[in-house]
């Protein structure tokens, strides 16, 4: 290069899938007609509604519809998003003010970083937690605070151990509830002492919300006493309607704070293609039967992912909501002692070593089989240490892929 990158790249690596993928690309072709089994990543596999694609087909053949648009996205879409957002988690928004359509809630945790944090501020975020909470927050020089979730405690917060932490600094906080990578269920008592504290400490807090309609019940933290003044949450099309790829994505809450946010998104795009926000529309109306024809499909992928847990011998909650099964990997010969302390100082998403010589031993299970089955399954590492003993299987994967990932993982212990 002729120029060097920005001081602030140095903090930050390319994306684990992205790294992962290229070498699951090298593998499969070493071995053409047996490709790896992918379970890795969250991309669902399914097709939108019907209705959300001709609505996308109809506005294409349009002549009129392909220039740019709004910042603010279609008044129908500020619109869909408030009712759906009425209906399913009894939150009344104002479509003017209080809803910012976004190119998917992953564009959110960047842009509300950049829009809130200076250098030198600091950010609560989930050990273990979505790689880009981290990321983002390093993206902007500001520094990383890990707080714990611990399967011990159900993957929820340890609130004496939050208010025992030095605050100082802290400006935002990330929350994600349904949880990933742990599959924990949204709870109204424990989204009331998360806007009680970030509340009484004067934190910015952000639930990130994509998982509520799959294997879950639909809340949001907004609906509870008092968030509006120091909650926003983010959510997605990508998970509950199968549009990932369409990315589309939302910020709701504080009208102040959506004002603020719109004067960096506004530098970044000059909006979102109209046919893609009337087929969030389409999508946004659909009724109770999508979900339940959705989460019937993830209920029979659930059950395979869990027996190839117990086909590995993991330990897991087969009741978890959300696209994945999470569980705790068997204790393998010579590993005695090494698991990672929970708590260390280890950021969410680095690369996690179980001591200063040894890979985790859920990266070096996931190895294993992706080396010797073909199957690839997300070590726990990549969010934080405290998933360095955990492997992670998507639901994105139909019935008979699941079932040959099965007898693939079966077989290649059967040989040894």
């Not at 529309?281 to 499909?297: C, K, S, T």
């Not at 990266?363 to 969010?383: C, H, N, R």
Request: charged fraction near 20%; hydrophobic fraction near 40%; proline fraction near 6%.
């Amino acid at each position: 290069m002729i120029i060097n990158p920005a001081d602030r790249t140095i903090s930050v690596k390319e994306y684990y899938f992205s790294i992962k993928n290229k070498e699951i690309v090298r593998i499969n072709a070493s071995r053409p007609g047996d490709p790896v089994i992918n379970l890795g990543i969250g991309s669902p596999d399914g097709a939108p509604s019907q209705e959300a694609v001709e609505a996308m087909v109809d506005c294409a053949r349009k002549a009129t519809t392909h220039g740019y648009q709004s910042y603010i996205g279609i008044p129908e879409l500020r619109h869909a998003i408030a009712g759906w957002y009425s209906r399913w988690y009894g939150v009344e928004l104002d479509p003017a003010s209080e809803i910012q359509p976004l190119t998917g809630s992953k564009e959110g945790i960047l842009l509300l970083s950049l829009t809130f944090l200076n250098k030198g501020d600091k950010v609560l975020v989930p050990n273990p937690g979505y790689p880009t909470y981290t990321s983002a927050t390093r993206m902007c020089e500001a520094e990383v605070v890990n707080y714990n979730l611990l399967e011990d405690g159900g993957w929820y917060p340890d609130f004496d151990q939050l208010e025992s932490m030095d605050l100082t600094g802290v400006k935002l906080m990330w929350a994600n509830y349904p949880n990933m990578p742990t599959g924990a269920p949204a709870r109204r008592d424990v989204f009331e002492r998360l806007v009680s504290f970030a509340s009484r400490h004067g934190i910015l807090l952000v639930n990130d919300n994509p998982y509520g309609f799959i294997l879950n019940e639909p809340q949001s933290i907004l609906a509870i006493p008092g968030a509006r003044e120091c909650c926003m949450e983010l959510n997605s099309l990508s998970k509950s309607h199968n549009m990932a790829g369409w990315r589309v994505g939302m910020l709701v809450g504080d009208a102040a704070v959506i004002k603020e946010v719109l004067k960096v998104k506004s530098q970044m795009d000059s909006g979102m293609f109209r046919g893609i926000q009337e087929a969030a529309v389409a999508a946004l109306n659909a009724g109770p039967e999508w979900y339940e024809a959705l989460n019937a499909e993830y209920r029979r992928r659930r059950e395979l992912a869990c027996r190839i847990m117990d086909t590995i011998g993991c330990t897991y909650d087969a009741n978890a909501g959300g696209l994945y099964v999470w569980g705790r990997v068997p204790q393998m010969p010579g590993q005695a002692g090494h698991d990672v302390d929970a708590g260390s100082d280890a950021d969410a998403g680095s690369d996690v070593m179980a001591d200063s010589d040894r890979p985790s031993p859920a990266a070096v299970l996931s190895d294993k089989y992706l080396y010797e089955a073909g199957v690839f399954l997300t070590p726990g590492f990549i969010f934080g240490s405290n998933g360095a003993n955990y492997l992670r299987i998507s639901l994105c994967a139909n019935v008979p892929t699941l079932e040959k990932a099965l007898e693939k993982i079966a077989f290649s212990l059967s040989v040894k």
